[in-house]
């Protein structure tokens, strides 16, 4: 039995991979800032525990008590909406800690087991903006594009070691938390100069009827990238990202 560590189980893409893999019973370790394991169905394959990417205390206590892991899933994230001249540099710093860098350094903790074992498997969620850019995202996409490079090169790095490295890209995912969740990072975000132009880019997103990214689309292309040996570097999760890829 395989034991899959996903980090940013408490809503969302997290909550849903973690939930798809412990239904094909896997040994799922759920991580989250804040445990709650009443999220998650009852199981003995479950393990829910403490996490802050930005931590590295917390990183290696985690990585302490969960070894070994044989699939590594680096989807804890958060958003940041607005213009740019309206984003404090204490914010762009934040979104890059959690994105970027506590990908990097989750990854970074895990590395020397897998390379130890010269197997596993490493994913990263990143986002189908980093391949067709959006206005008021330029920070957000800036992280998530810092993370799509970081993974091709790994890859290229850990290939020797038998160690697979895969990027999953989800599209648009207004039913998740996800905008929720990025609502208190966006006061004074929008500037008045840019407030024209950010009402008929709300107002083209809320028209919209393309089709969008579900949770369970982002499950399956991580158990895609989990499984099979032969799944590209860049999966696309969600109708839309699927057709924009």
């Excluded at 206005?135 to 290939?159: Q, R, W």
Aim: aromatic share 6%; net charge negative.
């Amino acid at each position: 039995m395989k034991t899959i560590l996903i980090t940013g189980c408490s809503s969302g893409f997290g909550l849903e991979t973690a939930r798809y893999f412990l239904e094909r019973d896997w040994q799922v370790i759920a991580t989250m800032r804040t445990p709650n394991a009443e999220l998650l169905p009852a199981s003995p394959h479950l393990r829910v525990l403490p996490l802050d990417v930005t931590d590295p205390d917390s990183i290696q206590k985690l990585i302490e008590t969960a070894a070994p892991v044989d699939v590594l899933v680096n989807n804890a994230g958060i958003g940041l909406l607005g213009a740019l001249e309206g984003i404090s540099m204490d914010k762009v710093r934040e979104i890059f800690e959690t994105n970027t860098f506590g990908t990097i350094a989750v990854t970074q903790a895990v590395l020397p087991q897998m390379r130890g074992r010269k197997a596993g498997v490493i994913i990263n969620v990143t986002s189908s903006v980093t391949v067709k850019s959006l206005p008021l995202l330029s920070v957000y996409t800036g992280s998530k594009a810092a993370v799509n490079a970081f993974t091709e090169s790994l890859a290229l790095e850990l290939a020797q070691f038998n160690v697979r490295v895969n990027l999953v890209l989800p599209g648009r995912a207004p039913t998740t938390s996800f905008g929720a969740n990025a609502q208190p990072r966006m006061q004074g975000a929008i500037p008045e100069a840019y407030a024209a132009m950010a009402q008929n880019v709300f107002a083209e997103w809320a028209q919209s009827t393309e089709e969008v990214t579900q949770a369970i689309d982002v499950a399956q292309a991580v158990w895609q990238a989990a499984t099979s040996s032969d799944a590209p570097m860049r999966i696309a999760a969600g109708a839309d990202a699927v057709a924009l890829m």
